[in-house]
């Protein structure tokens, strides 16, 4: 068998080395093919430090493998030994979805219960307007008539004449005369002026009580949305800090982030009572002097017919006296 030579054999291990540095990774890991038959002996009596230099390629590969494995196993370290932290970091993952809480958002996450009340206190509030819009056409409308009603009848002489002035008009003051004619009327024969006048002042009043009844009318509930307004709201205020609290208690953390949102949809409850509340105080107490001096110029129409009646009284008995004299 034929032998090779040391520098044959050297020249041999130089070439594979170069072969086995320029092959992949993957392909270094691999058990590198036996050499020839012919080539161990060679091999055997080359020198040992040829291999050398798959450790040193294989090294880095070693030692980038921990580094770029080291920093995910430290940032999932404390949520996988703290669940409490886990739990508060999902929730505060969520949180910057809420960061801008405008109303309608408020109340669409609110629990039913605060709904019902904040849905109770807008339907109040549209109430209180919707009584202001009303109460002020009837009120002005109303006073207006009466003015001019008043005007009408100042220059009449008798009854008879202030209800032509007057016309078939509907109105507290045509009332008032027709009221007056009846009792004249009901009473013809009777002596006593004092008792028809006295019977006349009391449909008067009946007519006045009925007139503030029926202008009245709305301001009650008024009063009402103005006194339990800000009660209702802090119902819905103390149910949802309620909720809040108990939200704490599940997530087992204080972060504000969490309860932040509860707490606000909670004191949107009592900003909604509020508004309810204020306008209406203030438009009860308008309305309320706007009755007192539209019943002033009731009081004024009652007093023109009953002076109306009693010259018609007057002027019967004078020429009742003047043909008993003649």
Known sequence: MKIMSPQASLAAAVMLAAAWLASPVSAQTQPAPAPPAQAQPAQAQSPPASP?????????AASTAPAATAPSAQTASPAATNPAAAKAEAVTVGVPGMKELSPWVMFMSADVVVKAVMIGLAFASLMTWTVFIAKSIELSAASS????????????????????????????????LAAALREARMSAGLSSDAGIKERAASSFQEIVRAEARRIRIGMGVLASIGSTSPFVG??????GIMNSFIGISKSQTTNLAVVAPGIAEALLATAIGLVAAIPAVIIYNHFSR??????ELVSRA????????SRDLDRSHGSVHSRAAE
């Not at 050398?52 to 880095?60: F, G, Q, S, T, V």
């Not at 706007?290 to 019943?295: A, E, G, I, Q, V």
């Open 52 to 60: 050398a230099p798959a450790p040193l390629a294989a090294a880095p």
């Open 302 to 309: 009652s007093g023109a017919a009953g002076r109306l009646l």
């Open 234 to 239: 802090l119902f819905g205020t103390v149910w």
């Open 145 to 176: 008539r009466l003015r001019s009603a008043l005007k009408k009848i100042a220059e009449a002489r008798s009854l008879a004449e202030a209800q032509m002035a007057l016309g078939a008009k509907q109105g507290v003051l045509p009332s008032f």
């Open 290 to 295: 706007m009755t007192k001096s539209y019943l």
